[in-house]
């Protein structure tokens, strides 16, 4: 719960910061630039307070934890997905970044706020899954913190995740990929080059053995 708002904290507060030109540059994201990732980052919070709001049917047990909740697949993003389109035009509609930054504030508040409140314990249900509040908060601590990394990818002098959540989210990476980054691996490199973010160096490739046949982890 802790990492869930300190992640989600500093996201929200790296988009605060951004100037109103930095909205039209590309993003980590393939396909997206700031503007459609800010956008995604809006409907990611509706989908906190929906998820947060939708217990799972009396009786039903998990069917996924914070690590099973990721599906983990090898074909890298397009950004010609219907639903990537569809933000992008969402995003364009717009028009005045103050605007777009004024909803995350308002909606990310609120889905803040939620969270806190949350019992861990509870049973929620989402995309056809049911897992405890705890582990989807946890899976989001990951999706926040490589969102924080795709925000910042071609923005100059902009904060990065905080240290507390980058190592939360190399380790559930580490759990989905079944096996540990070699320790020569900053987190930060260890969760852009296992989610193909970037390409591994020469010798990165060679540190990897053999997980470097398991990467990239496309998480969707």
Same mark, same amino acid.
Request: aromatic share 6%.
């Given at each position: 719960?802790?990492?869930?708002?300190?992640?989600?904290?500093?996201?929200?507060?790296?988009?605060?910061?951004?100037?109103?030109?930095?909205?039209?540059?590309?993003?980590?994201?393939?396909?997206?630039?700031?503007?459609?990732?800010?956008?995604?980052?809006?409907?990611?919070?509706?989908?906190?307070?929906?998820?947060?709001?939708?217990?799972?049917?009396? #009786?039903?047990?998990?069917?996924?934890?914070?690590?099973?909740?990721?599906?983990? #697949?090898?074909?890298?993003?397009?950004?010609?997905?219907?639903?990537?389109?569809?933000?992008?035009?969402?995003?364009?509609?717009?028009?005045?970044?103050?605007?777009?930054?004024?909803?995350?504030?308002?909606?990310?508040?609120?889905?803040?706020?939620?969270?806190?409140?949350?019992?861990?314990?509870?049973?929620?249900?989402?995309?056809?899954?049911?897992?405890?509040?705890?582990?989807?908060?946890?899976?989001?601590?990951?999706?926040?913190?490589?969102?924080?990394?795709?925000?910042?990818?071609?923005?100059? #002098?902009?904060?990065?995740?905080?240290?507390?959540?980058?190592?939360?989210?190399?380790?559930?990476?580490?759990?989905?990929?079944?096996?540990?980054?070699?320790?020569?691996?900053?987190?930060?490199?260890?969760?852009?080059?296992?989610?193909?973010?970037?390409?591994?160096?020469?010798?990165?490739?060679?540190?990897?053995?053999?997980?470097?046949?398991?990467?990239?982890?496309?998480?969707?």
């Amino acid at each position: 719960m802790d990492h869930f708002s300190l992640a989600w904290s500093a996201l929200r507060a790296a988009v605060a910061d951004l100037a109103d030109t930095d909205f039209q540059r590309p993003s980590g994201c393939t396909g997206w630039l700031v503007r459609d990732l800010v956008c995604h980052l809006v409907i990611d919070a509706q989908d906190v307070l929906i998820t947060l709001a939708t217990p799972a049917p009396a #009786g039903a047990g998990p069917t996924v934890d914070a690590a099973t909740y990721w599906k983990a #697949g090898d074909q890298p993003p397009t950004g010609e997905d219907p639903l990537d389109a569809l933000t992008v035009r969402l995003a364009a509609a717009y028009q005045d970044p103050g605007l777009l930054t004024f909803h995350l504030d308002d909606v990310g508040s609120a889905a803040g706020r939620a969270a806190v409140l949350a019992d861990p314990g509870a049973l929620v249900i989402t995309q056809d899954e049911v897992l405890t509040v705890g582990d989807y908060l946890t899976a989001y601590v990951l999706e926040w913190t490589l969102h924080h990394l795709d925000l910042i990818a071609y923005l100059t #002098g902009a904060a990065g995740p905080p240290a507390e959540t980058l190592a939360r989210s190399r380790a559930l990476l580490e759990t989905i990929a079944g096996a540990a980054f070699p320790a020569s691996f900053t987190d930060t490199d260890a969760l852009l080059v296992g989610t193909g973010r970037r390409a591994p160096t020469t010798a990165e490739q060679a540190g990897l053995g053999a997980l470097a046949a398991r990467l990239p982890l496309i998480l969707g």
